[in-house]
């Protein structure tokens, strides 16, 4: 596994402090508040220390920072020292990412007080936007739902509520470290517990979910801990997490294993779609025994979230029985396969349905929730990902449609379409093409 250097800066100034809000189409932290910054590059460095408030300080992160403060802000470093507009630079900390993102980074934090506030330009293709404030008005932002933050840029501010003057964070540090199952928070009051399980390549991990307001129905959505040491570690980690219900968006393995056994384990019932149910009993007819089950339909309220009811939206496609979650107000909606983080969505019959797929994709844009997280990968500030999945979908099947029109067999457009695809993955991308053959013949664009 890689692990890269970054830097990021934390402009402070009378009091206040910028945050940018990154571009939704990003690849990682899509529609995320963060401090400005990025990775340090082969080319970065060294920087010359000819400035006294950068003595003892690296001079390649340095360069890098420099760097970066220009590409993201126009924000000359140099000349604000030179022009002493710069009261103080200081290492705040390092945060080193966890493994279970593909990429590390070591991240330092730098922390530049200013005398005065510059007359950023924002670059259009990182940032959508950028904006002073305190951190305590930032963290109050956060606790109202209303900014999606990686965990060191909350601790950073967490930290700068505290102790305004702080020179050093020392909640930054190995991001690893939690008590077997991992947790985050990046949009207060759900958590997102991204738990080693048995999905389809290159995933590895299924995310769970946590959410529900003190006093209201607590959740766990898709608990399906890969193995009994996973599942052992997981009901360890819910220890006094008042869940009240398992929640499952659908019935593939990936998004129930164990669900059942951490329903028994907890003593509270397991709620899930009527098509979902009956699926599950169908491959495993004791599945549910001695559980009580909640049947789910579209516009259910199962709990509230800042004290907003959460309601159930059916989202068929992927799979019949398939439901996602969504708060009223639309700040995020939890949706299951409908997209992926990591990998592609499989459309496959008995339960999946192409022709679904699409007016599902297209029900849930229109809804404009403001953060998407998918069963597998990171949040997603935006429907920036689900419009591309639709728009990729609508060329995959032009292609199917001109190819089939040409002659060509599924075999053969298996080796057009996908010539590079790992062979592990070639079984799914046919259910992919068969799905939308099926489609076009159904809506009368092929022959029957």
Not at 44 to 52: A, E, F, K, R, S
Request: net charge negative; with cysteine; proline share 8%.
């Amino acid at each position: 596994m890689r692990v890269l250097d970054a830097v990021t800066a934390v402009l402070v100034c009378d009091g206040e402090i910028f945050l940018t809000r990154r571009q939704p189409h990003l690849t990682a932290f899509p529609g995320f508040s963060a401090f400005p910054g990025g990775k340090v590059d082969a080319s970065d460095g060294p920087h010359p220390l000819g400035h006294p408030l950068l003595a003892g300080l690296d001079a390649r992160l340095l360069a890098a920072l420099a760097r970066e403060l220009h590409e993201e802000l126009a924000f000359d470093l140099d000349a604000a020292l030179a022009a002493d507009e710069v009261s103080a630079v200081s290492l705040l900390g390092t945060a080193i990412s966890p493994p279970i993102i593909a990429v590390r980074f070591n991240t330092r934090f730098f922390r530049i007080d200013l005398q005065r506030k510059p007359a950023f330009t924002l670059d259009p293709g990182e940032l959508s936007g950028g904006e002073w404030a305190s951190a305590a008005d930032w963290m109050h932002r956060y606790r109202q739902g209303a900014l999606l933050l990686a965990p060191p840029t909350h601790d950073v501010l967490a930290a700068l509520v505290a102790q305004p003057g702080s020179r050093r964070v020392s909640q930054l540090g190995d991001y690893d470290q939690f008590d077997g199952t991992p947790e985050i928070e990046p949009l207060h009051g759900v958590f997102q517990l991204p738990i080693p399980s048995n999905t389809l390549p290159p995933a590895d991990r299924t995310n769970a979910f946590i959410i529900g307001d003190a006093g209201a129905a607590r959740l766990i959505v898709d608990p399906s801990p890969a193995n009994h040491a996973e599942f052992d570690k997981l009901c360890a980690h819910l220890v006094g997490r008042g869940i009240s219900e398992v929640f499952i968006t659908h019935h593939h393995p990936d998004h129930r294993q164990f669900a059942n056994a951490l329903a028994r384990h907890l003593g509270v019932p397991i709620a899930m779609s009527a098509d979902t149910r009956m699926r599950i009993l169908k491959r495993q007819p004791g599945w549910l025994d001695g559980l009580t089950v909640r049947t789910r339909v579209d516009g259910d309220i199962v709990t509230t979230w800042l004290g907003h009811p959460v309601r159930v939206i059916a989202v068929p496609g992927h799979d019949e029985g398939q439901l996602a979650l969504m708060p009223d107000n639309r700040a995020w909606c939890i949706v299951g396969d409908l997209i992926q983080g990591v990998g592609t969505v499989v459309i496959a019959a008995p339960e999946g349905d192409m022709a679904k797929y699409f007016a599902t994709l297209e029900k849930v844009i229109a809804l404009q929730p403001q953060v998407i997280w998918p069963s597998h990968g990171s949040a997603l500030g935006g429907t920036f990902y689900l419009e591309q999945t639709l728009k990729h979908r609508r060329l995959r099947e032009a292609q199917v449609k001109a190819l089939s029109e040409g002659g060509q067999s599924v075999d053969a457009m298996l080796a057009t379409m996908y010539p590079d695809t790992d062979p592990r993955l070639l079984p799914l991308a046919r259910m992919n093409i068969d799905s939308h053959l099926a489609k076009l013949r159904a809506e009368g664009a092929l022959p029957a």
